[in-house]
């Protein structure tokens, strides 16, 4: 498993995005609302309290962040591709926004977590069951 994470510097494509991950298959998305900042390179100078929103350059922007955990790598590599193409593009490019992916260690709770067990115990039902028959005959 894998966590998808999408910052996204044009928010008015987040429904574009969100529709496609569903395409995809993908389970869930949380959506959160974030601000990009240049930080000054004199931030190490600038005291932690009281100093820190002073210390950026005023070069500041909302986005929007998106993050899902997703369960195959192929989806991961399908829904970033698709999420550049929605972006127009190069995603390199300035103002466009950044990608990156962690692996997923351990998971509780949430749509896939669920979707799992649930497709876990139909195997698993369905290989007793297949069980069963094999001795019956």
Request: glycine share 8%.
């Amino acid at each position: 498993m894998f966590v998808l994470f999408v910052v996204l510097d044009q928010p008015e494509i987040l429904p574009d995005v969100l529709s496609k991950l569903r395409k995809l298959k993908i389970r869930g998305a949380t959506v959160i609302d974030s601000m990009g900042a240049t930080l000054a390179k004199d931030i190490y100078k600038v005291p932690v309290f009281g100093g820190f929103m002073k210390s950026m350059d005023g070069d500041t922007h909302s986005n929007k962040t998106i993050f899902s955990v997703i369960e195959r790598e192929e989806q991961v590599e399908a829904a970033m591709v698709s999420i550049e193409e929605i972006i127009g593009g190069d995603i390199n490019q300035p103002n466009k926004g950044i990608m990156f992916v962690l692996p997923v260690s351990h998971m509780r709770g949430g749509e896939l977590n669920r979707h799992i067990i649930s497709r876990d115990t139909k195997l698993r039902i369905a290989a007793e069951e297949a069980g069963k028959e094999s001795e019956q005959r």
